[in-house]
């Protein structure tokens, strides 16, 4: 019997989410802002004249290579990311018990909490997917048409075109994932509410104008750095407490 609490009190220790994990979230936030911006500035809006000549360039190339180099990490930061946000929302849940309003509705509530929970998981992952598949599209695409003859427009266009669209589901998939996020901070009460107004609005935003007004993707990793920075403050103040 000893034993077997000893157990559960030395797991509870080693399954406790490490304050690291909301550090995670800025870099996972400034990392998946460098890319984007990268991206952006590399890439040509409209598809070029001269489709082959383009990616044959070795300064493009570079710098193309440089944003691929660090996808992968923005993807693996933000996995952490996600088990910042599910940790600061069990300790608060902990912490702070039910809502003042959850009496006999309790069931529902947490029927509820568990649809925004799995919107909440399966975005976040999706997410991660789609612009991991997107990165490999982007490599997939500088490899072929950096070894063939100039001019081959057709293929520039059937790879800009597949880059453009897994972009743009990540970002809807983003859009998810933070109005998701946002419903269970404020149902919670777990976030405070000019971070909910933040989330809510950056959720539009990827929801309706991103593939219409460049730059607008970068809502999505200013909001990452806004909730993981406040994440890791309240880490921070619970360690002084």
């Known amino acids: 019997m000893e034993e077997r609490r000893s157990l559960e009190?030395?797991?509870?220790?080693?399954?406790?989410?490490?304050?690291?994990?909301?550090?995670?979230?800025?870099?996972?936030?400034?990392?998946?802002?460098?890319?984007?911006m990268i991206v952006r500035i590399s890439l040509p809006s409209a598809i070029p004249a001269h489709a082959g000549e383009w990616p044959s360039r070795s300064s493009h190339r570079q710098v193309l290579e440089i944003a691929l180099g660090l996808l992968p990490f923005a993807g693996i930061f933000?996995?952490?990311?996600?088990?910042?946000?599910?940790?600061?929302?069990?300790?608060m849940e902990r912490g702070t018990g039910p809502p003042a309003n959850a009496v006999s509705g309790s069931a529902e509530e947490r029927a509820e909490n568990r649809f925004f929970a799995t919107l909440f998981l399966c975005s976040g992952l999706m997410f991660t997917a789609l612009v991991l598949a997107a990165g490999a599209a982007a490599g997939g695409l500088l490899a072929i048409t950096g070894n063939i003859p100039a001019?081959?427009?057709?293929?520039?266009?059937?790879?800009?075109?597949?880059?453009?669209?897994?972009?743009?589901?990540?970002?809807r998939m983003a859009a998810v994932f933070t109005l998701s996020t946002t419903t269970i901070g404020l149902a919670l009460r777990v976030f405070p509410r000019w971070l909910a107004w933040l989330g809510c609005a950056a959720a539009l935003v990827l929801?309706?104008?991103?593939?219409?007004?460049?730059?607008t993707e970068l809502v999505f990793p200013l909001w990452m750095l806004a909730t993981s920075t406040y994440i890791l403050g309240a880490s921070f103040r619970r360690g002084g407490a």
Not at 16 to 26: K, Q, S
């Open 9 to 36: 009190a030395t797991s509870g220790r080693v399954l406790r989410t490490p304050r690291a994990a909301g550090a995670a979230g800025v870099l996972a936030a400034l990392l998946l802002a460098a890319v984007l």
């Open 78 to 91: 933000f996995l952490w990311f996600m088990g910042a946000v599910r940790d600061h929302i069990g300790r």
């Open 151 to 171: 001019g081959a427009q057709d293929l520039w266009t059937y790879g800009r075109t597949t880059l453009t669209l897994l972009a743009s589901y990540a970002m």
């Open 207 to 215: 929801l309706f104008v991103v593939g219409t007004v460049p730059w």
